[in-house]
């Protein structure tokens, strides 16, 4: 046998781990779910001491599964959530609980600085200008950002920030404890909107922004390049996972710009979109170009050439994970997805607005909320589950829409991935709805872990972007024509008049 990829991807409901071999075949994986704390007043965390013991159990399960001889570890890829906050010691232990990229307790404060008397969507022009020109972003009105965290941190967990050497994003907390090394990179660190992404612009925090977003630097992690090997793997890690020390650790990336390489979509404007926890569309493209409007925004990408889109919807397939753990916890997703088959395209009229977390694109409401509408005694589970799934691919259009403006050129086709994408209704359902084919490529729901292991190959010259990107093989098409076209065409511009009927009450009914 020869060389082989360890492959992480700290997801929202827990981490996955895989060994990949050279010919990109996933010969184990293993899934450990982690506990997620939610508070009535904003509070979003988990237990990044809990996602290393799981890291390491999973890693210990696919080495042995898998059957690789740990001595043939090539190298070590990260890619993971990010926007969220992990408060570590000086060697990488954590001291508080993560603050997730949900977490929007720190609202209040963060309004002190973006927003103001003269604001829009919670900007303040004159605050919020220096860091989209320098960045292409700003910290989100809602504090649900590393600059919301790090201000909670200082006004209301005072106590853990004091013990706090760094404030690292989740795959460079993996990057620590694998290393011993702290460091982020231009791409780690995008929400935290304090590097000069210009081009031909220095590697470095800008000391104004860093000032405007009221950060220490000291607690900011050194930055290195993009695609850096970030150093060897630790032996006291090793040795608990089954492997030999040494082996090169890449610096990591995040979820979306793994699902580049994943998905295969890799050249500029060939579109992915990804139906994971959250949703999201996503491409390279040659420019920097930010839409705060509908919090759209191109940024640091895989290589100097190109940035990435990045934009969010809050929920994605967590909608059918709300259905099964919530509603019908005896149904597997198998067999929700059948019963939905069975329900009417359209659903009768029945909608459903996936808004369970509020929204970030194309719109940012963290007061909005999920519904359904219209609902009869004629309603049953079938229905309210295709609903469900209806509801995610209308939103998916929503910000659809949005993202073929900003790119100003129309998408003629779009690549899906995450879990979402193993549901053949679910790909022909945003097939009709987006009104392009929808292509599925093997492996939909690792295509991450994919994306890790061929960036670490990338990153440690083993083959260009371009080369890993064509490992990707589309095995299903479903396209947009069909009898039920019409039915999605209609329905999508009644779901379309939602958000501005229900903003007013859900805003009553959610003051912050």
């Not at 090539?74 to 060697?91: E, H």
């Not at 329900?343 to 909320?369: H, K, M, N, Y």
């Amino acid at each position: 046998m020869g060389g082989w990829y360890l492959a992480l991807d700290l997801g929202n409901g827990g981490p996955k781990v895989a060994v990949v071999d050279e010919d990109d075949t996933l010969l184990a994986v293993a899934f450990r779910p982690v506990s997620v704390h939610v508070g009535a007043d904003g509070a979003a965390t988990q237990d990044a001491v809990e996602w290393w013991d799981q890291v390491l159990d999973a890693a210990r399960e696919v080495v042995a599964e898998s059957g690789v001889r740990g001595s043939d570890l090539r190298g070590v890829g990260i890619t993971g959530q990010w926007g969220s906050t992990v408060p570590v010691d000086a060697a990488g232990v954590p001291v508080g609980d993560v603050l997730l990229w949900a977490d929007t307790r720190a609202g209040r404060y963060v309004r002190d600085v973006v927003g103001g008397p003269l604001s829009v969507q919670g900007f303040a022009p004159h605050k919020v200008l220096p860091f989209v020109r320098r960045t292409g972003g700003a910290p989100t009105p809602s504090g649900a950002d590393p600059t919301g965290h790090s201000l909670l941190l200082q006004r209301e967990l005072a106590d853990v920030y004091a013990r706090a050497r760094y404030l690292l994003e989740p795959v460079d907390y993996l990057g620590m404890r694998m290393t011993g090394r702290a460091a982020g990179t231009p791409a780690s660190m995008t929400l935290s909107w304090l590097t000069d992404n210009r081009p031909g612009r220095p590697l470095r925090y800008d000391p104004d922004l860093v000032r405007r977003a009221r950060r220490d630097p000291g607690r900011l992690p050194p930055l290195i390049p993009t695609g850096s090997v970030l150093g060897p793997l630790l032996p006291e890690v090793a040795e608990q996972i089954g492997v030999a020390a040494g082996a090169p650790v890449v610096a990591g990336i995040q979820d979306l710009h793994a699902a580049v390489i994943g998905s295969g979509a890799v050249a500029p404007y060939d579109t992915h979109l990804a139906i994971s926890t959250t949703a999201w569309f996503s491409t390279r493209v040659p420019f920097k170009r930010t839409d705060v409007s509908h919090s759209i925004a191109s940024i640091p990408g895989l290589d100097p050439t190109c940035g990435v889109v990045a934009d969010n919807q809050e929920t994605g397939g967590a909608a059918l994970r709300w259905v099964k753990e919530q509603v019908l916890p005896e149904l597997s997703y198998d067999e929700l997805t059948s019963m939905a088959a069975t329900a009417p395209a359209g659903c009768e009229g029945v909608l459903f607005t996936p808004w369970l977390a509020g929204e970030r694109s194309p719109v940012e409401d963290r007061q909005i909320r999920a519904s359904f509408v219209n609902v009869t005694l004629r309603t049953d589970r079938a229905t309210m589950i295709r609903a469900v799934m209806e509801g995610v691919a209308f939103n998916s259009r929503w910000l659809f829409d949005a993202y073929q403006k900003f790119l100003r050129r129309p998408v003629p086709r779009v690549r899906m991935i995450g879990g979402g994408a193993q549901s053949d209704l679910w790909c022909q359902l945003h097939a009709y709805t987006l009104g392009v084919p929808v292509e599925r490529p093997a492996d939909p729901r690792d295509a991450q872990l994919k994306g890790a292991a061929l960036w670490a190959r990338v990153c440690l010259g083993d083959m260009t972007l371009d080369q890993a990107g064509a490992r990707a093989v589309v095995t299903d098409t479903f396209l947009p024509d069909g009898t039920d076209r019409a039915v999605y065409v209609e329905q999508y511009e009644q779901y379309r008049r939602l958000y501005p009927a229900l903003k007013k009450a859900h805003r009553r009914l959610n003051p912050r």
